[in-house]
């Protein structure tokens, strides 16, 4: 396991239908987050988990978005009732706190691109 | 509210020229900043943070706390800099949540 690693990497998808993204992080990682980007933007923080506690989720999660991480592993990003402007690329990170070797840095992933048509 | 602002969306020099990209960031405690980079076909990855008070690939970055600016430099830009590049900052408490900004083009000629 050398990095964080998504599932789907593409998603091409109909307006109405359901998507569903995983994220598997770097082992011992306890953190968790969901970040997504669009087009000339930054990185827009979502949501995020402490092993399987979500903690917190940002204001652009809406209800028709939810994220899971059963088991403090991996992590499920849903997405129902898709719409046009949830084409984004949607991005994982992980994140170890404390005095290892590569600690203390948000290590993202290459994304899960969506495209609602 | 924490904001994070790269004014260039775009900026291209020659070869072994003097580069900055500029950061301004608001927010009203004590901020932990960094920049992150993306070359093409790459995952986004750390280049540097404010507090290792390093040089990483030639680059360094200041914090100026009067200014709220995170400007990256570096003397003598090459070719293989080109990339995204994007400012980022963590306000305080344990939560490691970044606030990033639009993020800047930076393309080299050779």
């Known amino acids: 396991d050398t990095g964080v690693s998504q599932d789907p990497r593409h998603k091409i998808t109909k307006r109405g239908q359901n998507v569903t993204f995983r994220c598997d992080p770097i082992?011992?990682?306890?953190?968790l987050y969901w970040y997504r980007q669009t087009l000339g933007q930054g990185p827009e923080f979502l949501t995020y988990?402490?092993?399987?506690?979500?903690?917190?989720k940002s204001r652009l999660l809406s209800d028709r978005f939810s994220a899971e991480r059963p088991k403090g592993s991996f992590s499920t990003l849903e997405i129902q009732r898709t719409e046009q402007g949830d084409s984004a690329m949607y991005l994982c990170?992980?994140?170890?706190?404390?005095?290892?070797?590569?600690?203390?840095?948000?290590?993202f992933g290459a994304g899960s691109r969506l495209t609602v048509l | 509210a924490q904001r994070v602002t790269q004014p260039e969306k775009l900026l291209s020099v020659f070869k072994g020229a003097p580069v900055e990209l500029k950061c301004n960031y608001s927010y009203s405690g004590s901020p932990e900043l960094f920049w992150y980079v993306q070359y093409s076909r790459q995952r986004l990855q750390l280049l540097l943070r404010?507090?290792s008070r390093e040089s990483i690939k030639g680059f360094t970055a200041d914090l100026n706390k009067g200014e709220t600016s995170f400007h990256l430099k570096k003397p003598f830009a090459q070719e293989e800099d080109s990339a995204m590049y994007y400012c980022?900052?963590?306000?305080?408490?344990?939560?490691?949540?970044?606030?990033f900004g639009k993020g800047t083009l930076l393309t080299v000629n050779p």
């Open positions: 990170a992980t994140f170890l706190r404390g005095g290892k070797a590569g600690a203390n840095v948000l290590t």
């Open positions: 988990f402490q092993n399987e506690a979500q903690l917190e």
């Open positions: 404010h507090i």
């Open positions: 980022a900052l963590r306000s305080g408490g344990s939560n490691y949540k970044l606030t």
């Open positions: 082992s011992e990682h306890n953190r």
